[in-house]
């Protein structure tokens, strides 16, 4: 009877939170979207709006682990709290992972689908804190490169939506690279795990496991990208081999980890 009281709790909760984060996005993409624009300095507003959503952010994963949905074990954060701007490579097994990476990362700039820029939740959201959309290649690196000259991380997924399975990857794409090639930007691997496994691409809000899920976060050490790309002949090489590079270095430290089961 009490795991079950439990798990009605969870779930119950589950759903309050998801239900306030799309009402707060739609307010903010109503409300405060249209009067971000009328400040006058375009760096000090988009500094403001980011500092907004991380402040929010941090309240709600607090709140998550306050009422006993999910465990939080970071390790590493200052690289991502006291860094100067850097790319930031993560592998993407849950909805949240984003949520956790903006509330460790004050000064952080999302890469953005194209889809979620028409979404009423976030439309005027990542208009307001000048995210970056994945639509157009060429202007999503240049777009990402102007976003870390003006001092911020980009938070990146490169596989570009959430993993297909509890130990594979999809094949990284190379924006990133070409992002971090273009500006000299270290590129920061985070490792991300989710267990037992929620918000996956295979699970609906309303899929609440047995018991509080807990996210693991480890901050790697940042990649220089000249030494990864030291011996390419073309950009287009160099941007292969760096990013074949961060894959694999992401790949082996999640099994190195414990994130990633051998065997499976």
Known sequence: MRARLDYLW?????????????????????LVFPLAWLWPH???????????????????????QRIGVMELDVRGADALRAGGPAVVVANHP?????????ALTP??????????????????????AEYVSNSDATEFVDAGARQLASGYTMLIFPEGTRSPAPNRLHAFSRGF???????????????????????????????????????????????GVDDLAAAAATPAIAARSVTHAVEAHITQHLFDYGFFKTGN
Request: hydrophobic share 55%.
């Open 10 to 30: 969870r779930f119950c909760a589950t759903g309050l939170a998801f239900a306030v984060f799309g009402v707060c996005g739609a307010l903010f993409s109503v």
């Open 42 to 64: 375009r760096a000090s507003r988009q500094r403001a709006v980011t500092a907004v959503i991380h402040v929010f952010f941090r309240a709600l994963v607090a709140v998550l």
């Open 94 to 102: 849950t909805y949240l992972d984003v949520m956790v990476l903006l």
């Open 107 to 128: 000064r952080a700039c999302c890469v953005v689908k194209n889809a979620h820029w028409r979404n009423p939740c976030f439309w005027g959201i990542v208009r307001a």
């Open 177 to 223: 690279a070409h992002m971090a090639l273009k500006t000299g930007a270290p590129i920061v691997p985070v490792l991300i795990d989710c267990d037992p496994p929620a918000f996956t691409r295979q699970m609906r809000w309303y899929h609440v496991p047995a018991r509080a899920f807990r996210m693991r976060v480890n901050v790697l050490e940042p990649l």
